[in-house]
Nanobody
Framework: QVQLVESGGGLVQPGGSLRLSCLASGFTGFTFSNFYAMNWYRQAPGKERELVATITSGDSITNYADSVKGRFTISRDNSKKTGYLQMNSLKPEDTAVYYC???????????WGQGTQVTVSS
C-alpha cells in the first residue's frame, strides 16, 4: 500500500525558514527513483490548490512557481524515498496547507499525502 507522509510544517515568523519532508512507502527504490516525479502543492483558505515545485524522476530536474522562485528549493533522496521542500524567506502569503504528490506518467499513478499546515505570522 502506497503512502506519502508529510512532516515539518508549523508556525514561523516572516523571514523564517522551514523544511518539509515527504516520506514515501510502498514503492521499491527503483520504481520511486525512476518513475515518480515528486511535487509539492499548497492550498490557502478560499483558494485553489496550486503547484509550488516539482522534481522529476531520473535526472531530478526542478521547476518552481514564480511566487517561490529563489526562496524555495525542492530536492529528493531516492535512497530514503523522501522528498523535501526547503522554504526560506517565508512570507505571510505562503501560509497554506502543503501537500506532497508522487506522480508517474508512464505508470499512470498519482498519490497524495495528507497535508501539513504552514503558517507564517508574527
Amino acid at each position: 500500500q502506497v503512502q506519502l507522509v508529510e512532516s515539518g510544517g508549523g508556525l514561523v515568523q516572516p523571514g523564517g525558514s522551514l523544511r518539509l519532508s515527504c516520506l514515501a512507502s510502498g514503492f521499491t527504490g527503483f520504481t520511486f527513483s525512476n518513475f515518480y516525479a515528486m511535487n509539492w502543492y499548497r492550498q490557502a483558505p478560499g483558494k485553489e490548490r496550486e503547484l509550488v515545485a516539482t522534481i522529476t524522476s531520473g535526472d531530478s530536474i526542478t521547476n518552481y512557481a514564480d511566487s517561490v522562485k529563489g526562496r524555495f528549493t525542492i530536492s529528493r533522496d531516492n535512497s530514503k524515498k523522501t522528498g523535501y521542500l526547503q522554504m526560506n524567506s517565508l512570507k505571510p502569503e505562503d501560509t497554506a496547507v502543503y501537500y506532497c504528490n508522487a506522480h508517474s506518467t508512464p505508470l499512470r499513478k498519482d498519490y497524495w499525502g495528507q497535508g501539513t499546515q504552514v503558517t507564517v505570522s508574527s
